[in-house]
Nanobody
Framework: QVQLVESGGGLVQAGGSLRLSCAAS????????VGWFRQTPGLEYTFVAA????????YYADSVKGRFSISRDNAKNTVYLQMNSLKPEDTATYFC????????????????WGQGTQVSVSS
């Protein structure tokens, strides 16, 4: 129904910026809510941000609010995560995920996942 491919990860120094991309395809891509999650070296998955398919509503975890920005380009079926003022604690593998429904911060309610992209922030 939805296929997701992330890109844009890399190594950056603290205070720097990265922009992650999540390209979506499939019959239901235009109807999906897309969220970003990250897996820390401790292997815990945490919610980062989400956007509805129209791009009208966005949601952020407290830890990234004011630094990260999520947006959606419906013409390209692509969701972006602009990450500014990066901190070492942002180091993680970042995944985009999709679900057919309203937004939620629970990873268990997202049926479709990308392969992940690594973000490393040095001090």
């Amino acid at each position: 129904q939805v296929q997701l491919v992330e890109s844009g990860g890399g190594l950056v120094q603290a205070g720097g910026s990265l922009r992650l991309s999540c390209a979506a395809s499939g019959r239901a891509a235009s109807r999906a809510t897309v969220g970003w999650f990250r897996q820390t070296p401790g292997l815990e998955y945490t919610f980062v941000a989400a956007v509805t398919w129209t791009g009208d509503s966005t949601y952020y975890a407290d830890s990234v609010k004011g630094r990260f920005s999520i947006s959606r380009d419906n013409a390209k079926n692509t969701v972006y995560l602009q990450m500014n003022s990066l901190k070492p604690e942002d180091t993680a593998t970042y995944f985009c995920a999709a679900r057919l429904g309203t937004w939620t911060l629970s990873r268990y309610q997202y049926a479709y996942w990308g392969q992940g992209t690594q973000v490393s922030v040095s001090s």
